[in-house]
């Protein structure tokens, strides 16, 4: 473990971006070099989010400023593209954590299908591992690039892949509706999104077509060692941050919703940040604001065989940020709570 960790954050003014800052800040073994992004050179992070202390924070700076010699994790958290060209320029001793979708899929031709972009890093594929840390925290240390999952592949893969690994669920039978708050869309929501009464409406959107699909299919394909293809529709709520997303499956060999209960509670147990709460609780995105906790409700469903799974994130900490200190922590082999409680 080394006594600091020297960072650098590309896409510093984000809204995962400025959420990162904020958890490193506290980190007791990080020190922030550099803060980076396109706009803005010069100015102040402070003047983004007044919750960001000054003190002992750079400037914001270009990438092209970065003394690599200097830094042993770069974060980014850019539009998707950008990854793959900064991927290509940093040397072998600076871990890249990535947020966005540039190396969450393995195959470059499905990944410009979803997000119509060419993959300029293919080379770099291999080298870099899909990370939820509460699956991969052992495999870390053999690559060089950490591709953080998006924040509704993470609420959903929690509770689905334990069930999966044993064969609990038909995989041919997954139906999940999720809300998310406004936050995840970024700051450039009113160009994504037309809506009419945009923050006082819940809007359904990429129905049948989201993107997250993608590498949903692709991480839960690869637990089953077969296809899976689930269901999944997400929808736009009117308040800032949070994801909700209510899973509904069914069981093989007449498990029932107390056997799904005992399976999660025992498979999450050890995994500090991963909370199954009481049988058939209700829960709400309130339990887990400005958390890097995902919690997690078993309920029952009247019909025979089918089981309801809520499961709860804050899309911009365990859906995004927190994560992807988590992963760093997990890499690092630190204590995986440093900078997130």
């Known amino acids: 473990m080394k006594d600091s960790i020297k960072v650098a954050i590309a896409g510093c003014t984000g809204y995962i971006g400025l959420q990162l800052i904020k958890l490193l800040q506290k980190h007791p073994k990080v020190k922030i070099l550099y803060l980076c992004a396109t706009k803005s050179i010069g100015k102040s992070i402070n003047q983004f989010d007044n ?100 924040c509704y592949p993470t609420s959903i893969q929690l509770p689905l892949v334990p069930l ?39 809007n359904a959107y990429g129905v049948g077509s989201h993107r997250h699909m993608a590498e949903i299919d692709q991480e839960l394909t690869k637990v089953a060692k077969k296809k899976v293809q689930i269901s999944f529709t997400p929808h736009l709520i009117p308040m800032f941050r949070g994801i909700l997303s209510t899973i509904y499956i069914e069981t093989k060999n007449n498990k029932n919703a107390k056997n799904i209960y005992n399976i999660l509670k025992k498979y999450h147990k050890n995994n500090f940040f991963i909370k199954v709460e009481n049988f058939n609780k ?60």
């Open 51 to 150: 919750k960001i202390t000054k003190k002992k924070l750079p400037r914001i700076s270009k990438i092209e400023n970065i003394s690599w010699n200097k830094v042993d994790v770069l974060f980014t958290a850019l539009p998707n593209g950008e990854a793959h060209k900064i991927a290509k320029i940093i040397p072998d001793k600076t871990k890249l954590i990535d947020l966005s979708a540039d190396f969450r899929l393995d195959n470059p031709k499905v990944y410009k299908k979803w997000y119509k972009i060419k993959h300029k890093s293919k080379n770099l594929i291999p080298k870099s591992i899909y990370s939820i840390t509460e699956f991969s925290r052992k495999k870390l240390s053999k690559y060089k690039i950490l591709s953080c999952p998006g």
């Open 164 to 202: 999966i690994k044993k064969k609990l669920i038909n995989t041919n039978n997954i139906t999940v509706d999720s809300k998310s708050g406004y936050s995840g869309a970024g700051r450039k929501i009113n160009k994504k999104f037309k809506f009419k009464n945009l923050f006082n409406s819940v």
């Open 282 to 341: 209700p829960i709400g995105t309130g339990d887990v604001m400005n958390t890097n906790y995902c919690r997690i409700s078993v309920c029952k469903n009247r019909k025979k065989n089918n089981v309801i799974i809520i499961s709860a994130i804050d899309n911009l900490i365990k859906g995004g940020s927190g994560q992807a200190v988590q992963n760093m922590n997990a890499y690092y082999k630190m204590n995986e709570s440093y900078g997130l409680i």
